[in-house]
């Protein structure tokens, strides 16, 4: 049985103090929240935040994650964070390929497998986002970029590492625009993920695989795109900036 999940992506939002109380808000409330077992509540803050929320959330009920790690174990790398530093830091899963990484910071398939090798060399869980901007899904060729993206990041994975991946799928044109997917093109995309999956690395691999939808993502629209069947929850953004609203997007899994 493939677990859910529920992770939030603060971005580049808040600072330390806000960032704390934000997760002590979220923690303090997710006690009255009676999860399923096979539900994760993921919260990914900004580095500088890593070790101060991880001292005042449950690690049993909140895992940790970063939005990002370095390509290399360690070095002459001015500015970068490594994968292992994070996981001494108490992380549990690292966001990798958002559509804002390789927009603004040019990460390309190249990079992604770097990045991905080091998070499963230190044990965490890479989040790996994929998706389509606007032009691209008018033009019909959604489904071929994601696959590209899919396929030459992480098909040089064996099965066992690629059991260890959660695939998220972002639409570009969906991410903080207040435009959501409806609950049938998510589903859509969720299906054609796993059978493309499932091509290359068997029934077992792409019915276990996680898969989370992001853009857009709010207390009044996530029980509908949750409930479809190869939507396993979401990468959340802005609604997780608020303990509250994230808090009922955990509820609607």
Avoid at 159 to 184: C, L, N
Avoid at 201 to 220: F, M, Q, R
Avoid at 222 to 235: H, N, Q, R, T, Y
Wanted: glycine share 8%; aromatic share 8%.
């Amino acid at each position: 049985m493939r677990n859910k999940i529920v992770a939030g992506n603060w971005k580049m939002n808040t600072i330390v103090r806000d960032g704390v109380a934000l997760a002590s808000m979220i923690n303090n409330e997710l006690k009255e929240v009676e999860l399923r077992e096979d539900v994760k509540v993921i919260i990914a803050p900004p580095f500088t935040h890593l070790t101060f929320v991880s001292q005042v959330v449950d690690n049993k009920k909140i895992l940790l994650a970063a939005q990002n790690c370095a390509t290399e174990d360690a070095g002459a790398y001015t500015g970068e964070i490594s994968a292992e530093m994070l996981k001494m830091l108490g992380c549990n899963a690292v966001i990798l390929g958002h559509s804002e990484r390789r927009a603004y910071y040019g990460e390309t398939s190249e990079t992604l497998i770097k990045k991905t090798e080091q998070v499963i060399k230190n044990e965490m869980t890479p989040i790996f986002c994929c998706g389509e901007m606007l032009e691209q899904r008018e033009a019909g060729n959604h489904f071929k970029i994601v696959e590209a993206q899919i396929s030459e990041a992480l098909f040089h994975l064996s099965e066992e590492d690629f059991a260890k991946i959660v695939i998220a799928y972002e639409p570009v044109w969906a991410i903080g625009t207040g435009v959501t997917a409806s609950k049938e093109q998510a589903q859509e995309m969720h299906a054609f993920i796993r059978n493309f999956v499932k091509e290359k690395y068997g029934d077992k691999v792409a019915e276990n695989l996680t898969i989370l939808y992001g853009g857009s993502v709010k207390p009044n629209n996530a029980k509908e795109i949750f409930a479809e069947p190869d939507v396993d929850g979401g990468l959340i953004g802005g609604a997780s900036l608020k303990a509250d609203s994230f808090i009922d997007i955990i509820k609607a899994i």
